[in-house]
């Protein structure tokens, strides 16, 4: 299953951990420093064997529903696994304990999504 609603978002400098001392916004900005913000990028590894290419990307799933999704995924030979980057709804990211999983398409079986506490080196 293909998902678009990531189109419809502009990702805050709060989300992308980003920081700027002047700009348009702001208040919503401290708004989300207070409160946390709404999505958040995340180090993402996605089991199985190499995924081929979504030009949509791919929609990130816990329990049927779309709760994050993840742009563009890689084959690391080095660490034998396909690696990518998630936008990820607040509550689902490092350390949720929820099960992820993507819809590969193509007739492929689902595939789990873990969420990294940091990128590879």
Known sequence: MLHFEWLRCINTIIEC???????????????????GPPRQICAAQIDGDVLPPSPAG??????????????????SPDFKTNVAIAMMDKGF????????????????PLRTVQIREKFWN
């Open 58 to 75: 791919f929609s990130v799933q816990c329990d049927g529903e779309v709760v994050g999704n993840i742009a563009s995924v890689a084959w």
């Open 17 to 35: 951990s980003a920081k700027f001392q002047f700009f348009r916004g702001r208040k919503v900005i401290e708004q989300q420093k207070q409160i």
């Open 93 to 108: 990211g490092l350390g949720s304990g929820h099960v992820l999983k993507i819809d590969p398409g193509m007739g492929l």
